[in-house]
């Protein structure tokens, strides 16, 4: 993944972003502190810091439209729409921090993990005595449905990563439908972290009366009506939403994947499925460092 200092790291300050959720319309905040070594990416909750969850010690939550995790006294605390956030940590090279959430979901933003970047980068990166560590698959894995959805994860031992995504927006203004490159720190800030969420403007009234997108607006969401109604910041930015998409939800995993990764038609439901094997088998993965 090319990250610069091969060390692990936290961040020097604490940083705080507060906004809107884009399903739950509730205005949230979260801080996010630096952590020792040895923590890994922990979330509390504001009012109750004794509720926390570890990720990689948990299993996101089956969701359509958001990557969910859930934890704390008696499993009850629940935190939505963590995938930007999630990528922005793991790829501005950052291993442990606690991330203080009050509110249900984490902010929406833009609609990118760009002002999350920003934010940790600002906050000051400084690293531990302890060299990164990476998982790969010991052989080739290989995630399908009798929809056409399918991830194959091809191993790599140099901690490389290599996305292959190809997408189906049977729309023409969402754009091309495939993305393939190298993903390091300098990819991931400025070709995928920028860009933003996207929805149809006739999916909206039924995705509102089910609980969903009650925090969308053209501030956040690339919206693609008969026409576009906002610009895009690239001509297939949909399709490198669905990889940062991706990214973030592979981070459920609790450590950096590396490998070449064929991705088709995946969304977060079926993304949860790569962290979920190496949460569940981790004797599948070799664990190796930079």
């Known amino acids: 993944m090319d990250f610069m200092n091969k060390n692990q790291a936290t961040i020097q300050k604490s940083i705080s972003f507060s906004g809107i959720g884009v399903h739950s319309g509730s205005v949230s905040t ?9 923590t890994g990416i922990v979330f509390k909750n504001a009012k109750n810091l004794e509720q926390k969850i570890t990720v990689g010690k948990v299993i996101p939550e089956i969701a359509m439209h958001a990557t969910v995790i859930r934890g704390g006294h008696d499993n009850k605390w629940a935190v939505s729409t963590i995938e930007h956030l999630m990528a922005a940590i793991s790829f501005t090279g950052v291993d442990h921090v606690q991330i203080v959430v009050d509110g249900p979901e984490i ?10 970047v ?7 990166i400084v690293f ?5 560590q990476f998982v790969t698959p010991k052989e080739t894995l290989v995630f399908s449905d009798n929809d056409g959805r399918r991830i194959e994860i091809i191993p790599d031992k140099t901690g490389e990563l290599f996305i292959d995504y ?26 995928i972290a920028p860009a933003r969420t996207f929805g149809h403007l006739e999916q909206l009234p039924f995705l ?18 008969q026409e576009l109604l ?3 910041r690239f001509a297939d930015e949909c399709v490198r939403h669905k990889v940062l998409d991706l990214l973030g939800d592979m981070s459920m995993a609790g450590m950096r994947i590396a490998g070449t990764i ?7 439901a079926f993304n949860r499925l790569v962290a979920l094997h190496v949460i569940q088998n981790p004797e599948k993965w070799d664990l190796l460092t930079y």
């Open 118 to 124: 920003y934010g940790i980068r600002d906050a000051d």
């Open 30 to 38: 979260i801080t996010i502190n630096p952590a020792s070594m040895g």
């Open 166 to 191: 190809n997408a189906d927006f049977m729309h023409p203004l969402a754009g091309p439908a495939t993305f393939a490159s190298i993903i390091n720190q300098d990819v991931f800030m400025h070709e």
């Open 128 to 132: 531990f005595d302890a060299p990164k």
């Open 230 to 232: 906002n610009d895009m």
């Open 208 to 225: 509102r009366q089910h609980g969903l997108a009650r925090g969308t607006s053209l501030g956040n969401t690339v919206v693609i009506g």
């Open 107 to 116: 902010p929406i933003l833009d609609g990118s993990a760009l002002p999350f």
């Open 262 to 268: 064929k991705a088709n038609k995946t969304g977060h």
